[in-house]
């Protein structure tokens, strides 16, 4: 009995682990769509009203600021490392997984990255952030490439870090202007990435 009884209270406990974990990943997508429509600096009440809690659960979750935009940041960058594998198990093709995960990526860079900029004060903290931006997202990016170019048949031209870096700075006037299309100027990219060499 005594091994039964202390069995129940584990059970109880391990019920309740998922809860907070599955509450704060919904707290992160709040406030994601709080910072990409309003900006980081965005009241925590849009965020506690988006997420359909109250301010003190923001509060207990993500003490402060800082805490909440690199949550964010680092939970926006899984979404997109996650999304590399799916992708390439479900698309037609190789080259169909890269592009559209270039093509979410994409999307992280132009609606997302002011994100990093928060902790303009902090380089420390950006520097983390970076590195983990780089360790998370040049593997997976790397592997659709690979997939893609051996799919087509070309030999590999350019590294995954540096078609990332490739596509960061296409997509750096995107922010501020309007008639700037990233996304279809990362695509003409693509197409040179995987096109074969002239010789």
Known sequence: ?????????????????????????????????VFVRSGVDAPVREIAAEAGVGMGTIYRHFPTRPELVVAVYRHQVEACANAGPRLLAESATPEAALRAWVALFVDFLVTKHGLAGALHGDSAGSDALHAYFVDRLVPVCGSLLEAAVESVGTPPQIDAYNVLKGIGNLCIGATHDARYDAEALVQLFISGVLARRVR
């Not at 584990?10 to 990943?25: F, I, L, N, Y």
């Open 1 to 33: 009995m005594a091994d039964a009884g202390s069995e129940q209270p584990r059970a109880t406990r391990s019920t309740k682990v998922g809860r907070p974990r599955r509450s704060e990943q919904a707290l992160l997508d709040a406030a994601a769509a």
